[in-house]
T-cell receptor, first 117, second 112 residues
């Protein structure tokens, strides 16, 4: 069965610090997708990134970067020079696709990030 | 392009009643999924619809049902409401299954 573990529950940093959010996943499928979503206080989940299991290249988008390592089943997310607006709950999610295209997302419990000015 | 819209945004119901929630996906998106979010269980998958067909169903009782219309709009229904059904119900749409999903603002259901 698929599972996503976000061991960190709450992280508090001071503005401009770098912060890494950890995500470890479990799946028996060889084809799967990994996602990160952000949920600000307004409640709406905001899509950040999707990676497939065959693409282990790290990705950078502005202050955000993602490190995907199949060897350790991890898909970590780093925010560089954090800002107060980054304060939110961050979810890592997994969908399996070996049996066909599948939208079912399995989410981790989320990490509450607080960035203090 | 307009995002995913959900109506109503807030709802208060009494135990035993039933409720219907509505979701309009992003224009052009044909896949719609529903999730329940509670403090205790987190985000849990309810169903997935594509081309008016339910392709996937989460581990929820039969009181939870849904459907998708030809214009890709979707509804979910919960019958015989229980206190534990109080949650934020999120709808997400994508171009097709397995693509990135874009979420609506959710419907906050309170059962008293």
């Amino acid at each position: 069965a698929q599972k996503v573990t976000q061991a960190q529950t709450e992280i508090s940093v001071v503005e401009k610090e770098d912060v890494t959010l950890d995500c470890v996943y479990e799946t028996r499928d060889t084809t799967y997708y990994l996602f990160w979503y952000k949920q600000p206080p307004s409640g709406e989940l905001v899509f950040l990134i999707r990676r497939n299991s065959f693409d282990e290249q790290n990705e950078i988008s502005g202050r955000y970067s993602w490190n995907f390592q199949k060897s350790t089943s991890s898909f970590n997310f780093t925010i560089t020079a954090s800002q107060v607006v980054d304060s939110a709950v961050y979810f890592c999610a997994l969908s399996e696709s070996s049996t066909g295209a599948n939208s079912k997302l399995t989410f981790g419990k989320g990490i509450t990030l607080s960035v203090r000015p | 392009k307009a995002g995913v819209t959900q109506t109503p945004r807030y709802l208060i119901k009494t135990r035993g009643q039933q409720v219907t929630l509505s979701c309009s996906p992003i224009s052009g998106h044909r896949s719609v999924s529903w999730y329940q979010q509670t403090p205790g269980q987190g985000l849990q998958f309810l169903f997935e619809y594509f081309s008016e067909t339910q392709r996937n169903k989460g581990n929820f009782p039969g009181r939870f049902s849904g459907r998708q219309f030809s214009n890709s709009r979707s509804e979910m229904n919960v019958s015989t409401l229980e206190l534990g059904d109080s949650a934020l119900y999120l709808c997400a749409s994508s171009l097709a299954p397995a693509n990135e999903q874009y979420f609506g603002p959710g419907t906050r259901l309170t059962v008293t």
